[in-house]
């Protein structure tokens, strides 16, 4: 693929502009500070959009320049309006890869997306996290080691209610003595989604060098395959049967009628 | 096991009382015929439930008295109230068995559940449907042959927009040529999910004795193992973790407050 | 169900009788162990066998009275003849369940369900285990805590090579800084399977209380369902088809002939 | 990428041999017509083996230059050596691409990567088959319509003794009133695995168009992703232990030494 993928990072920007010491680590904002991570790599196109912009910054025109949405979000889940979510919801079930980071597990579009409650436990002590390795061969864990360490973080840990996943990347290993299924994937439709549970604000996180490999790895992951998607509950006439068929019965709906939803 | 397993059947009664074709099928309203199909078995509990009780007849006491959930919509989704949706998947997450039948493929409860669209394609011509077992050991098809038919359905065809199943139970050929994944299993949280698409109001297919059988067995197949869940996001505190654990760095989070959401 | 579960426990029973420090641990073998923490539940029949047995102790006979088998294996491996590999694994897929057991990992039956090379990281430095619950709702979970320990046990580390599991019970965390799936599921067939990892034969683990419970939970999750299945590759003749078909065009196949395996 | 994808298509090529209608249909064998419709695609390289050819035309060397391998067997699936099995097993696990045709679901190497029976049932009687798309956005599936139509076909039935599979990409239609997941989806170690049911060798099956467009889109998806893994069970000495470690009790290994197989 000579064509560069094109990345929206999208950042709720609350804490940033609310708390001082989250203003201190991120100045440019958690978006930023991913951005340039992921412009290092020349293969992407990287833009950003906050929760305050007109959309949330996610309007039609710059979804469909979008191959992949990056998703961070902790204190507005709630102030995420309704038909932001369903117009995401729609262009992931299309093909656009999502990646949701840290607290985005209770995000509206990631529980959607799975259908669980997406609990967990968690712990704000600042402690040592270990991420291992899974599976190697993984592309999301490209050019990692066994595992890679973050030195304050905060804890989240099982159990984790999600739907089973497709593929357990990482697992956490934490200094007070929990676990976490920190990188997991999932397909909904055509679109790969890769959850990846490092992200507290209050710690510079995403200024890791490891995670931000995991994050060029995983968008590189998540692209979309160039293919198509149908999702409109098509009636298919008696007529344009693949085997010849005539009409038995009572019917409900008119010839060429859309179906109830 | 011998206590009965509760079951509660829901119904959006409408075309029952709107259609007159619908009407003389279903005297008793299709979860009228549901309900005698499975107290034909005395280890099952039966009780019904429609759309224009109040709460939809799905208050916190019904449920509470409820194992597992059969649901039947077709023309009203929409009017299923959201906090109704809600209470329902919050019971479906603890453990309470979900049988979601024929056009509720595009209720709010399964789409919630399931994450994508539900798309399909669909013809109303009367044609002959067989159903297939894809596992001959699986509860759900226990004393059924390799197959039996419906001889008036509704086609549902692929492509069924679905996260992959945990298990195939039925697969569907029609007559006009098409094929459906037609009984498939998931789970969410503790709650086992089956789907069966058979059922279009327009022919007597809940009267016909396999599809009773189906239902009976799925029934049994969703009840609940008894057993608890947690789905409150806790924090554990510092001086709870299991290894001796002292805070570092900042907080956002305050001592036993509850996390964001 | 009130007939009782009839499992069977099978040990390799090596090292029990050529080390001293095992011997001194198990002086009834790790299977009488195990046996006897079974028996503490009135609802299930156990017994147990071993490598050195007439058939390794896995006659037709005593399968044919076998719900779930539960392994252990280490040195011996090798020893154990494909005849009763075969003759396990064509069980396992009819629906009796297989509980495989620390460093049966690498038990030719325990490979041969799961495809892949089931390899794994290890370290043997008696640190401690702590065995965290990742669904508290899942039967194999069953009146434990959160989490529980184990003091002294053999690092088991990923990556570990298995097909994605159905669901993961158990995670755990070591002293050592590393993690693991130590409790999983899968399905093959119509036999439940699941990988424990805890039992490193230094140490006296199949004596830990909550590792006991786990067994105990355990086997009561792989007891099959009272189902039919088959495995022959049934030649269907076209006389017999669902539809009214008459043949076309050149055989291979004789009518009534068993299919080339 | 600019690189070729190295395809090597593997032909028991007995039937071409022994058989006079096969030898008409393909007189430059299965795996001669495969080539052909391989070799159309430019970003593709291609070559083939047989059973007769030493090490059956699968020596290091040959695989060391094969990214996909697509195979065909029938009746000699029992004169395929184990080591050339387990050759191309440990292949698989390490990312190539493993594409099983038609009677190949019962050929060593596939039953092995599944862990089932992999039975089904069978008709050779000429009969239609419709391949129907269940996701027209997987890669596998590009640039075919709804369905295609094979017009004379062995028909392979349910109940398939499979794995649940990741993702069913094809389901398929039979005159005779038969059901089948006629293109599956797993993934074992880092190897994709696609097995597509149409083939059998009595008619042209693999001359018909969209049969050679899927397998095209099949060795492109199974292509594997340039990573790494491994597959040794390594031991992880307590001095290379993550967090400091003193090893407490007795061992039963060495330092240094490898685990037990």
């Not at 502009?17 to 500070?33: D, L, M, W």
């Not at 976490?180 to 995403?206: D, L």
């Not at 298919?236 to 709906?253: Q, T, Y």
Request: aromatic letters at 10%; proline letters at 6%; charged letters at 25%.
């Amino acid at each position: 693929m000579t064509e560069r993928i094109r990345i929206l990072i999208w950042n709720e920007n609350v804490h940033e502009r609310e708390n001082a010491t989250v203003a201190q680590i991120y100045p440019a904002g958690i978006h930023g500070c991913i951005a340039g991570a992921l412009k290092s790599d020349d293969q992407l196109q990287v833009r950003t959009a906050t929760l305050r912009e007109p959309e949330h910054g996610l309007s039609d025109a710059i979804l469909d320049q979008t191959d992949v949405l990056v998703w961070w979000g902790h204190a507005a889940h709630g102030r995420v309006q309704d038909e932001m979510v369903d117009r995401v919801i729609k262009r992931i079930w299309q093909g656009m890869g999502f990646i949701a980071l840290h607290s985005s597990h209770y995000s509206k579009i990631f529980k959607r997306l799975m259908g669980t409650s997406c609990s967990l436990t968690w712990r704000e002590a600042g402690e040592r996290e270990r991420v291992w390795v899974c599976n190697p061969g993984h592309p999301i864990a490209r050019d990692l080691g066994r595992y890679f360490e973050i030195e304050n973080t905060e804890m989240y840990g099982e159990p984790f209610a999600i739907p089973a996943p497709d593929e357990i990347v990482f697992l956490s290993w934490y200094e007070g003595g929990d676990v976490f299924r920190s990188g997991c994937t999932w397909k909904r439709g055509n679109g790969k989604i890769f959850y990846f549970a490092p992200g507290h604000e209050m710690y510079p996180i995403y200024f890791n060098s490891p995670v931000q490999l995991v994050l060029r790895n995983a968008v590189h992951w998540a692209a979309p395959d160039p293919v198509r998607w149908i999702d409109t509950c098509p009636q298919v006439p008696a007529d344009k049967a693949a085997e010849r068929l005539s009409i038995k019965g009572p019917r409900l709906h008119k010839e060429g009628e859309q179906g109830l939803k």
